[in-house]
């Protein structure tokens, strides 16, 4: 009798994204709770063996946002939305992007759709750091720019009004 030996997926990345990146970015999760050290290790093992795949941005500044890294966090969004946007060919900036962007169609694909998603977590990374005024500017660009509010940033910017308030 053979045995079958397989991981439990606790997260669903993206199914296009190369299985080894998978494995590693399921055993950061599985050790985020445990280990955090060997947890940010494995991310960022995802992170150096193809920097190129945008869910290792994402798993990245996940974790550090739940550890309450917020510095790292902001970092890894940033560096995500560089990575996104040289991938789309679209500027990674996104006051100028929303100064054209009729030019570009941001629910075009996942690289986009990626693009938009963290740049909401940058504005909720903002709104935890205490940068209000930062959120709400980067949350008035998101509306511009995702106005069918795909990223969800509504809820961003609910919690934002409740801030000023």
Known sequence: ??????????VM?????PAEINNLLQA???ASSVDQNRAENLFLQAQTLDSHCL?????????YFFQKRLI???RVVIAGLEEA??????PSDYRRLAKNRQKWDLYANE???FYLYTLKALAFIKLRLGFTIDAQLVLSHLQQLDPEDLSGASV???LAAGVTE
């Open 28 to 30: 950061a999760v599985a």
């Open 72 to 74: 790292d966090a902001e």
């Open 13 to 17: 990345f993206s199914p296009n994204m």
């Open 85 to 90: 946007a040289r991938q789309g060919g679209f």
């Open 55 to 63: 869910q290792t941005y994402f798993a990245l500044y996940k974790f």
């Open 156 to 158: 961003i910017m609910g």
């Open 1 to 10: 009798m053979s045995s079958v030996a397989f991981v439990e997926e606790r």
């Open 111 to 113: 690289i986009t759709l």
